[in-house]
């Protein structure tokens, strides 16, 4: 049983397209985050949902939006691709305890080429 | 502004060896450390992870050393396997809902026959 899945896994698309990016959790998390992992292997938090509700929002151009429908799901839409885009792109998941250790369960990722 | 600065970027070492990989961190209100690991393909997994009341934790063949006055904490990996080799990330937040992991640059291993 996958944890954390992400649809499609690759994406290819030329610039300027629109595209979205699915992600679901079956861990019953409350907290949801996108990550965008560059070329050099770089990762950075883009956003972060808890009980839909949106709580992280990073310097993210406005053609990035994410989508929360329900706590099992986190969508990500881009809208006119950019070259610059191009990165592999993880969904994260996460229950918050209070104070207790936070692990975060990542998909697999989606790698997305844009031309 | 890179709050996790995280060395060496790559490191090769023979099978049994003990790899160490550093981190730094700036911000001391930083109160969760986890490692992760990620293998080609695949997306980061959490290894073992460190509050900072411990200078140390164990986890099988996996040891965090915690030096809160330096800021800083490291990885070893005792008797390290062909199966070791991996992507390393240290990461550092607070343990509050929905916190950001700020995670350090990487650090490439590979481990040979």
């Known amino acids: 049983d996958t944890a954390v899945s992400q649809t499609p896994k690759y994406l290819v698309t030329q610039m300027g397209n629109d595209k979205s990016i699915k992600c679901e959790q079956n861990?019953?998390?409350?907290?949801m985050y996108w990550y965008k992992q560059d070329s050099k292997k770089f990762l950075k938090i883009m956003f972060s949902y808890n009980n839909k509700e949106l709580i992280i929002n990073e310097t993210v151009p406005n053609r990035f939006s994410p989508k929360s429908p329900d706590k099992a799901h986190l969508n990500l839409h881009i809208n006119s691709l950019e070259l610059g885009d191009s990165a592999v792109y993880f969904c994260?998941?996460?229950?918050?305890?209070?104070?207790?250790?936070?692990?975060?369960?990542f998909g697999p990722g989606t790698r997305l080429t844009v031309l | 502004q890179q709050q996790v600065k995280q060395s060496p970027q790559s490191l090769i070492v023979q099978k049994g060896g003990i790899p160490i990989i550093n981190c730094a961190y700036e911000n001391t209100a930083f109160d969760y450390f986890p490692w992760y690991q990620q293998f080609p393909g695949k997306g980061p997994a959490l290894l073992i992870a460190?509050?900072?009341?411990?200078s140390e934790k164990k986890e099988g063949r996996f040891t965090i050393s915690f030096n809160k006055s330096a800021k800083q904490f490291s990885l070893h990996i005792m008797d390290s396997q062909p199966g070791d080799s991996a992507t390393y990330f240290c990461a550092a937040s607070r343990r509050t809902s929905g916190s950001r992991l700020t995670f350090g640059e990487g650090t490439q291993l590979t481990v040979n026959p």
């Open positions: 994260a998941s996460s229950q918050d305890f209070g104070m207790r250790l936070i692990e975060q369960f």
């Open positions: 861990l019953g998390h409350d907290t």
């Open positions: 460190i509050r900072p009341d411990v």
